[in-house]
């Protein structure tokens, strides 16, 4: 499957961005979906993650209350829904899939075996 990610850009802090993931190639909906972010000299952290069908989420303390991640299987699409975003936050946002992920709570990234180009989200202060 391959990833195109999208929605990054420059905004303030408070205020609040969506990204988009869009997959090809393979059958979106046999793929678990999640996001990931890396700070410069920073390890890949974990944002979120998504069931096949959607019904179940997962996310890391640092995005949990703030952010919101959905898939849209017709339109084989991830978003986050980033809100009250802060400097910290800064970061290039990646969406990753996998079909064979287990738990949600999977916050290794050399589980996760298919990943997009990232893109980037800029919090001034």
């Known amino acids: 499957v391959q990833l195109q990610a999208s929605g990054g850009g420059l905004v303030q802090a408070g205020g609040s961005l969506r990204l988009s993931c869009a997959a090809s190639?393979?059958?979106?909906?046999?793929?678990?979906m999640g996001w990931f972010r890396q700070a410069p000299g920073k390890e890949r952290e974990y944002v979120a993650a998504?069931?096949?069908?959607?019904?179940?989420?997962y996310y890391a303390d640092s995005s949990k209350g703030r952010f919101t991640i959905w898939r849209d299987n017709a339109k084989s699409t991830v978003y986050l829904q980033m809100n009250t975003l802060g400097p910290e936050d800064t970061a290039i946002y990646y969406c990753?899939?996998?079909?064979?992920?287990?738990?949600?709570?999977?916050?290794?990234?050399?589980?996760?075996?298919?990943w997009g180009q990232g893109t980037q989200v800029t919090v001034s202060s």
């Open positions: 190639g393979r059958t979106f909906r046999n793929y678990v």
């Open positions: 998504i069931s096949w069908g959607g019904g179940s989420t």
């Open positions: 990753a899939a996998d079909p064979y992920i287990k738990s949600l709570a999977t916050s290794d990234p050399t589980a996760w075996n298919h």
